[in-house]
């Protein structure tokens, strides 16, 4: 860890948006050079965390990383407090805007906690150190009869003084580069659970979202885009969209082909939202629909079906595939077809844009806002520095608002009215000009002895990259899109992993859980599928897939334990009752999977009755490390069980012609309350770095509903939605 610096008196606290005058700490992924003078600049440095503590006792954090429900403000602010023994009323989060000088700001990957975890513990910790020092020079005695207590320093006589009042002399102390950690039995906050520290905001309304944001003189804008991806305008007919009341303007704006540029198209600019949709609908644009024409989801799904039933490009390969099939007692073969899938977060995209002379200012609800800082100042052909990046509360995200091209869009627009605009995509903009997760095809063949162990296991899979999105042209999975196939956690003596290609015909992105939503899906349906065949219960089958107790080796400090995956594996069955008496026509499937370093168990109870699918209860089983906020975990996990039935049950993004066929919620369904089941989590007790969250959840759901189908019914479904099968 890099040291942490007391940088109180620094002039460019201004930089962060710190009022001067409080107990500033500042910490960093690289080092410090140049801190010395009292005109240093941030640019010398990349902090990730700042902490200041004022005289009047508030404690201000500065979060990094973007707010969209998942309690990230929360958990974050809470490992200071704890390690401070801070008084958690006491806490007030601000938020960052997006620069390089707060590290790496992506809210994406599960990462947050797991990336900064044990800098935060630090800090908080280095901030009591300072305190403690502080109170035992004010009153003159060893620090060792000191003590820290929510929110003040205690002698050992009885004495005490609060955190506010000993910010003067703290503000004059050396940091000390060694500090105490708590034991994690001493945690107050951590591990415990804890209410949103924004709940009061976000219930009475004052919390500000991206489409809440107002400005003066402000306009408003919707775009009408080519239906087909990276299509171009032919001609437009304006005419009838200037006759809407309140339509002030049409602009073009121009196609970006870089990973979050525009799609371009034609602006309405408008005194209101309303006026500027009903404006866009009015024109009339002839397009030119580009190369991806022609593209026909069903067609394309065939030929990439058809391109796995061949011999791929091979990505791992131990033992011998060949001879575990020749020898074997049986040969089981399995085709698993997934669609498009699209985020649709109840907040769609928009962004607030004031581009002055040399300046943009930028609000909007964005998971990568140095992406967008980017982005904007690559548009605008000036430095970073001149382009201002807020982020505000996203409603929804799942890694759809990591792609700053709306904001780019509302840049463009900003720039040809010369004043702030505000651009709002309708439910239909989002559905159907997205960046969708991707369609796969997925072959599996697996070899059964005479005693029903797997001795050969190959996976074949091809799909459109995400590598696409940043390499037109590109279509192989990158080495980290096959990972959760290659990193396999069965314990099986001939394994091959095995590619092939396919071309984009839209934009690939990344959504909440990516490449694990494919592979978890065909890895347990088809491990299910040969537990069947071997006649062996699957919870066994598969506890003796995975074998036994081992380590196993990865690219990074966390390392795969498969007694963690088998642990969660029976925690979630027992639990959910698995092998007790159900009621009639009931049954229980399974499904275990290792992602973003977690270890997630799904027992889904479901019944079959006329056809139609009913999940009765969900149980879930999460090892995630070290819990931070206990009731934000249950929340994820709640919602990564809703997110997956959703994709199960109804997920399915089709093109023809090019053109997204599905529009607003009427044909891209989610799940209704009424449909929800009881939804059990068990958090495994640890004191391991914590790992992701936010993620992991999801892909142990639609498989976990298949196999239980299969064990109500002897009826074995291999591509979703549920609903083209009309369970639901």
């Not at 109170?135 to 003159?140: E, G, P, S, V």
Request: charged fraction near 20%; proline fraction near 5%.
């Amino acid at each position: 860890m890099e040291p942490i610096k007391n940088i109180s008196r620094r002039g460019f606290i201004k930089g962060i948006g710190l009022a001067s005058g409080g107990l500033v700490l500042a910490s960093t992924v690289y080092s410090f050079t140049g801190l010395d003078s009292e005109t240093a600049e941030f640019s010398e440095f990349n902090p990730n965390l700042f902490v200041q503590l004022n005289t009047d006792g508030s404690l201000i954090l500065v979060a990094s990383r973007s707010e969209m429900g998942q309690g990230v403000r929360t958990s974050m602010t809470s490992i200071i407090a704890d390690e401070m023994d801070a008084d958690w009323n006491r806490v007030i989060v601000k938020q960052a805007t997006g620069d390089s000088k707060y590290g790496n700001q992506n809210t994406d990957g599960s990462r947050s906690i797991r990336t900064l975890f044990e800098k935060m513990r630090q800090m908080g910790a280095t901030v009591k150190s300072v305190l403690i020092s502080a109170a035992a020079n004010t009153w003159n005695v060893p620090e060792s009869e000191c003590r820290a207590e929510n929110h003040f320093i205690i002698h050992s006589s009885g004495k005490k003084i609060g955190y506010g009042d000993l910010v003067e002399t703290a503000k004059t102390l050396e940091i000390p580069k060694k500090v105490k950690l708590k034991d994690p039995k001493d945690f107050k906050y951590i591990g415990k659970t804890l209410p949103s520290i924004d709940v009061e905001n976000l219930s009475n309304g004052s919390a500000v979202f991206g489409l809440d944001k107002r400005l003066p003189n402000m306009k408003f804008a919707a775009v009408k885009r080519c239906p087909v991806a990276f299509g171009t305008v032919k001609s437009l007919d304006k005419t009838e969209a200037l006759k809407i009341k309140g339509v002030l303007d049409v602009v073009e704006i121009p196609l970006i082909r870089k990973p979050f540029g525009s799609l371009g198209g034609i602006a309405v600019i408008a005194t209101n939202t309303w006026a500027a949709f009903k404006g866009r609908d009015a024109l009339n644009v002839e397009w030119n629909n580009g190369d991806n024409a022609n593209y026909d989801s069903e067609t394309f799904m065939n030929s990439m079906t058809a391109n796995i039933q061949k011999a791929g490009h091979v990505e791992k390969s131990v033992g011998s595939i060949a001879d575990a099939f020749k020898t074997s007692s049986k040969v089981i073969e399995s085709t698993y077809q997934l669609p498009h899938l699209v985020h649709a977060p109840m907040e769609v995209p928009n962004a607030v844009v004031w581009v002055k002379d040399n300046s943009c200012e930028v609000w909007a609800p964005i998971q990568a806002p140095q992406a967008a800082r980017k982005e904007v100042a690559n548009f605008l052909d000036t430095d970073e520095a001149n382009v201002t990046i807020n982020v505000t509360f996203l409603g929804g995200g799942f890694g759809r608002k990591s792609k700053p091209d709306f904001i780019v869009e509302a840049t463009a627009i900003s720039k040809a009215v010369n004043g702030p605009i505000q651009v709002v995509w309708s439910r239909e903009d989002d559905i159907q000009h997205s960046y969708y997760h991707t369609v796969s095809s997925q072959y599996l063949k697996g070899a059964l002895d005479s005693k029903g162990n797997v001795t050969g296991w190959l996976h074949r899979f091809a799909l459109p990259t995400i590598a696409s999105t940043f390499s037109p042209g590109k279509n192989s999975p990158q080495p980290w899109e096959s990972s959760s196939a290659t990193e396999l956690p069965y314990d099986i003596p001939n394994i091959q992993v095995e590619t092939g290609k396919a071309d984009a015909h839209v934009r690939i992105g990344w959504l909440r859980s990516v490449i694990n939503i494919p592979h978890g899906f065909a890895i347990n349906v088809f491990a299910d599928e040969l537990a069947h065949e071997a006649g062996i219960d699957p919870l066994e089958f598969r506890l003796n897939l995975i074998g036994k107790d081992r380590i196993q080796d990865t690219k990074d400090q966390y390392k795969y334990d498969t007694a963690k995956l088998k642990n969660v594996l029976k925690t979630a069955a027992k639990n959910a009752g698995y092998g007790k008496s159900l009621p009639e026509g009931h049954a229980i499937g399974l499904a275990v999977h290792y992602s973003f370093y977690s270890y997630v168990a799904a027992a889904v109870e479901v019944s079959v009755e006329n056809d139609r699918l009913k999940v009765h209860q969900v149980t879930l089983a999460v090892d995630c490390g070290m819990a931070i906020n206990k009731d934000t975990i249950k929340a994820q996990m709640e919602g990564a069980a809703v997110f997956g039935m959703s994709l199960a049950f109804y997920g399915k993004i089709t093109a023809k012609n090019g053109a997204i066929e599905q529009s607003n919620f009427h044909d891209y369904q989610m799940l209704r309350m009424p449909d929800v089941p009881k939804i059990h989590v068990d958090i495994i007790e640890s004191n391991d770095k914590p790992t992701g969250v936010g993620e992991p959840g999801v892909p142990v759901i639609a498989p976990a509903i298949i196999n239980a189908i299969f064990k109500a019914t002897g009826k074995r479904y291999k591509s979703l939605p549920l609903s083209d099968h009309g369970l639901v």
